[in-house]
């Protein structure tokens, strides 16, 4: 006799993150995890020392200063914001409200890996639906529903490929859902994208019952060591994961940095410009030295190397290493031959655009 952990958890591969490191002495470029270059904006790093000086006391289990921050700079309500330990946090107490042994839950071909392991953490089964040229796509997930079918997911941009739908595809997705299903819209890198047919998810949040959306202070305000993502939701799906989820799910450092970043519209846009500039840099010369690159929205590009013996991806991966590039194998993704790299500094950019140049060349043998 021996614990038996849940039926479904022993199925689960266990998330692996970006890599870290570089061999000692070189000088370290992390674009594996899709971080900013930029580091937080000021007031964050300000307002996060001044909660630091009360480390007695507990944080605010509510959250207040954040969601309302939230609501201000959104024009929501604020009773319609949950807060939690990054998205990620959310992301699994949907799974642990509304799934069920028994349930399923649909995400598309090349979604988040947390999609499938908080689904089947929960007993559930996931249920995979393909994309079209790497893109979501509609017709393929409304195929997939079944009654079974409890929770939708949908990164919108994906990560890790960057391509998005436009919003009125999101609609007819919702619009082919049955009440009792929950669109789950993962809008992760939603800052990042300036596309005129590209919406978040606020509207329809707004005007349905079953839609959530979730956002994330990890990227764009580069708050990622302090884990702090919200939901937008109906106020019977955010009453719902509230009364489940932790007590003081956000410590005081990440609610008043959180709040101080939000505020600075200002950094937004600088970030975002800084990004725009970089994507269109990077994809245009990795193009021009005969690598494809999927068309990205987001802070990262998905790299694609060729079916050449010692040109493939771990090649290409294990040689960018070395001289302290680190970027992201994605073969859990379902991209065996494909790298991920976030958009980083100047430096970082030029410097894997040049290294890949020697790689691809051979001039590194």
């Not at 606020?202 to 580069?222: C, D, H, P, Q, W």
Request: with cysteine; proline share 6%; glycine share 8%.
């Amino acid at each position: 006799m021996k614990p038996v952990p849940n039926k479904g958890v022993l199925d689960i591969e266990a998330y692996v993150p970006g890599k870290s490191r570089a061999p000692e002495g070189i000088e370290l470029h992390k674009l594996s995890s899709n971080e900013t270059p930029l580091g937080p904006p000021p007031a964050a790093r300000e307002a996060a020392l001044g909660a630091a000086a009360r480390l007695e006391l507990y944080p605010d289990g509510q959250a207040s200063a954040l969601k309302q921050a939230i609501a201000e700079t959104h024009a929501l309500n604020p009773k319609n914001i949950l807060c939690g330990n990054g998205s990620d946090e959310l992301l699994g107490l949907l799974c642990q409200c509304y799934l069920a042994p028994g349930d399923e839950a649909i995400h598309t071909e090349h979604g988040f890996l947390v999609y499938a392991i908080q689904i089947r953490a929960r007993g559930a089964t996931p249920v995979v639906a393909p994309e079209t040229n790497a893109t979501a796509d509609v017709d393929a997930i409304l195929s997939r529903v079944t009654d079974k079918t409890k929770l939708v997911f949908l990164a919108n941009p994906n990560n890790p490929t960057g391509t998005y739908l436009p919003f009125d595809e999101v609609r007819r997705l919702h619009a082919g859902l049955p009440g009792n299903v929950i669109l789950v819209l993962d809008a992760a890198y939603a800052e990042y994208v300036r596309r005129n047919d590209y919406g978040a998810g606020i509207e329809l949040v707004s005007a349905a019952e079953n839609v959530v959306m979730t956002r994330t202070f990890s990227k764009i305000y580069g708050l990622a060591a302090l884990r702090i993502g919200w939901m937008y939701g109906p106020e019977a799906i955010v009453d719902a994961l509230d009364r489940v989820r932790g007590p003081f799910n956000l410590n005081a450092m990440a609610i008043a940095a959180g709040a101080a970043a939000i505020r600075d519209r200002a950094f937004v846009e600088r970030a975002v410009s800084f990004n725009a500039e970089w994507l269109e840099w990077t994809t245009r010369e990795l193009e021009a030295r005969g690598l494809a690159v999927t068309p990205s929205v987001g802070n990262f590009i998905l790299i694609h190397f060729p079916n050449e013996p010692g040109k493939g991806a771990a090649e290409a991966d294990a040689f960018l290493t070395q001289r302290g590039f680190i970027l992201r194998r994605v073969a859990g993704y379902g991209f065996p031959n494909a790298l991920r790299m976030s958009i980083g500094s100047e430096a970082a950019n030029r410097g894997v655009v040049a290294a890949l140049d020697e790689f691809l060349s051979g001039r590194a043998a």
